[in-house]
């Protein structure tokens, strides 16, 4: 099956240092792709990468099978950044309608995103008075109004309780299972284990890129956390090595 993201020896800088270094895969069609590494380890940049909004020192990442960003792209890839965006002196019919409106998609586009992540009962609630995870579910309906063939979420769960990220991840495999390809990332380890194949990043470089199942054969480690710390004290013994 063809990818639908191909990252091929992507270098990136910001601030003048380097922050994604010769990174190489593929992301697979019609699954949950994790990306998991601790704050500050690159996820953000690899996923502003893959969206077309990053610049980049060398390297490509094609979505596709066209550049990140092109215009030919933009409508079938939909972004939901860290911080929800969506104004708060808005209902959430009018926030979603505003983007659909935005993007060239209709109303009726912006009541099905709406009944896709499940807020019909909201629909004229004040998104000031949302809850965290409403609220995400909010920018995630704003993100579908195209009918995105791929989601990028940056971080989705994080400050929410279990119940509502169980919930979130349960939208998330839905939409996978629509045929959506679905890049997460997140710095929880508990929410690899839900994903079809997860990037591990440490330092702007992968230390994994594995199924979660392999990822615990290979390490013989029993949770992903224990995985993470084993792969990181393999690669400084391979340094000192
Ligand atoms: N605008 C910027 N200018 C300069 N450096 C930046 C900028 N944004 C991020 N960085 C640096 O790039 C590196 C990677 O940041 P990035 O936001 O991609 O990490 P992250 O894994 O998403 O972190 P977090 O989980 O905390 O969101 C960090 O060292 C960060 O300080």
């Known amino acids: 099956m063809t990818p639908a993201a191909t990252i091929n020896h992507l270098n990136v800088d910001r601030g003048g240092r380097p922050v994604l270094r010769a990174l190489n895969t593929h992301i697979n069609t019609g699954s949950i792709t994790g990306l ?3 704050s500050g380890s690159g996820k953000t940049t690899l996923i502003r ?5 990053q610049k980049i020192r060398s390297g490509s990442v094609s979505v596709f099978g066209l550049p990140a960003g092109s215009t030919e792209v933009r ?3 939909g972004y939901v950044t860290q911080h929800a965006a969506i104004y708060p002196d808005l209902t959430v019919e009018a926030n979603v309608r505003y983007f659909a409106a935005l993007y060239g998609a209709n109303t009726h586009d912006a009541d099905r995103a709406i009944t896709e992540v499940g807020m019909t009962d909201h629909a004229k609630q004040l998104a000031a008075n949302l809850s965290g995870g409403q609220k995400t579910r909010t920018s995630l309906a704003c993100a579908l109004v ?3 063939e791929m989601l990028v979420l940056d971080e989705p ?3 929410l309780d279990p119940v509502l990220r169980e919930e979130l991840w349960d939208q998330f495999r839905a939409l996978a299972a629509s045929g959506k390809t679905l890049v997460i990332s997140s710095h929880v380890m508990d929410e690899a284990e839900r994903c079809d194949r997860l990037l591990l990043l440490r330092q702007g470089r992968f230390l994994a890129d594995d199924t979660p199942q392999r990822l615990l054969e290979t390490t013989g480690e ?3 956390d224990q995985a993470f710390l084993f792969l990181v004290r393999q690669r400084a013994t391979e340094k000192e090595a």
């Open 36 to 38: 998991l590494g601790p």
């Open 49 to 53: 990468a893959i969206v077309g909004v």
């Open 75 to 77: 409508r079938r890839v």
């Open 146 to 148: 195209t009918n995105p």
């Open 157 to 159: 769960t994080v400050g």
């Open 222 to 224: 029993a949770t992903m």
